[in-house]
């Protein structure tokens, strides 16, 4: 196998076989993320908040009859605090760690395997581009920072 480690690793992180464009365009993306570490960014989700909506409201209700029914009270209040506390992602501890691995890199000639390991989720090779998934989450066209 002739291939560097760093192209065996983008063929396990691609959906298809990897072609020359897309390793220029990968390390394209990964060298405009070297220059301004600021395009990596928090992926944009938006938040769950029907259930967390809807148990609010069973708290109001239950806090407008009286005397309050404190262990049902005590339950919602867990409810509520367990919906809330899962519905946090780690995203924004990636971004911050993203961005400062990114940062200590040189802009590369080729792609670096151990840089590619630890920023980049999923490859996805279309006919026209290549999208880069990083471990945050982020998708990141080449138009988009090219």
């Not at 840089?115 to 996805?124: E, F, G, T």
């Not at 279309?126 to 080449?142: A, C, F, M, Y």
């Amino acid at each position: 196998d002739t291939r560097s480690e760093a192209q065996r690793l983008l063929y396990k992180l691609s959906d298809k076989r990897p072609a020359v464009q897309t390793e220029a365009d990968v390390l394209g993306i990964i060298n405009a993320l070297i220059h301004d570490p600021s395009l990596i960014k928090e992926p944009k989700t938006a938040p769950e908040v029907t259930e967390t909506f809807e148990l609010q409201q069973a708290f109001d209700d239950l806090l407008l009859v009286q005397p309050i029914d404190e262990v049902k009270a005590k339950q919602l209040i867990f409810q509520m605090a367990s919906v809330q506390y899962a519905a946090i992602d780690n995203s924004e501890y990636e971004t911050a760690r993203l961005q400062r691995i990114i940062s200590k890199y040189e802009p590369l000639n080729e792609l670096d395997a151990d840089l590619l390991a630890k920023a980049v989720d999923k490859v996805i090779v279309n006919k026209n581009s290549t999208q880069v998934i990083l471990r945050n989450g982020q998708i990141i066209n080449p138009e988009e920072v090219l």
